[in-house]
Nanobody, 124 residues
Framework: QVQLVESGGRLVQAGGSLRLSCAASGRTFSSYYMGWFRQAPGKEREFVAA????????YYVDSVKGRFTISRDKAKNTVFLQMNSLRPEDTAVYYCAINTALVRVTQKGAYNYWGQGTQVTVSS
C-alpha cells in the first residue's frame, strides 16, 4: 500500500503564499504522476497540478498557471505545491494523489492513491 500525508494548509490573506507538502511512503513504483486536487464546499474535486515523477513534466489547470508551481524531491519522496498570489476562490481542501496508470493526468478517476487532505483558507 501507499500512504500520502499532506501538510502546510492554513489560513492566509489574499495575495499571500503557502507551500503544501505531500510525503509518500510504502509501496514504490518506477513511474507515476503525483497530482494535487482541491475540493471546495459543495463543489466537485478538481485537478490543480501534476508532475511526472520520472521526467518532471508538469501540468496545471488554467486558473493556477503562473501562480502555483508543483515540484518534487525524489530523495524525500515528497511533492510540493508552491501557491502564490492566493485568492479567496483558492479556498478548498487540497489533496495529493498518485496515478500509476500514467494516463488521463488531469482526471481524478485515474488516481488510485489519495491523501487525507489539508485545508487552505484564503481570506479577502
Amino acid at each position: 500500500q501507499v500512504q500520502l500525508v499532506e501538510s502546510g494548509g492554513r489560513l492566509v490573506q489574499a495575495g499571500g503564499s503557502l507551500r503544501l507538502s505531500c510525503a509518500a511512503s510504502g509501496r514504490t513504483f518506477s513511474s507515476y504522476y503525483m497530482g494535487w486536487f482541491r475540493q471546495a464546499p459543495g463543489k466537485e474535486r478538481e485537478f490543480v497540478a501534476a508532475i511526472s515523477w520520472s521526467t518532471g513534466s508538469t501540468y496545471y489547470v488554467d486558473s493556477v498557471k503562473g501562480r502555483f508551481t508543483i515540484s518534487r524531491d525524489k530523495a524525500k519522496n515528497t511533492v510540493f505545491l508552491q501557491m502564490n498570489s492566493l485568492r479567496p476562490e483558492d479556498t478548498a481542501v487540497y489533496y495529493c494523489a498518485i496515478n500509476t496508470a500514467l494516463v488521463r493526468v488531469t482526471q481524478k478517476g485515474a488516481y488510485n492513491y489519495w491523501g487525507q487532505g489539508t485545508q487552505v483558507t484564503v481570506s479577502s
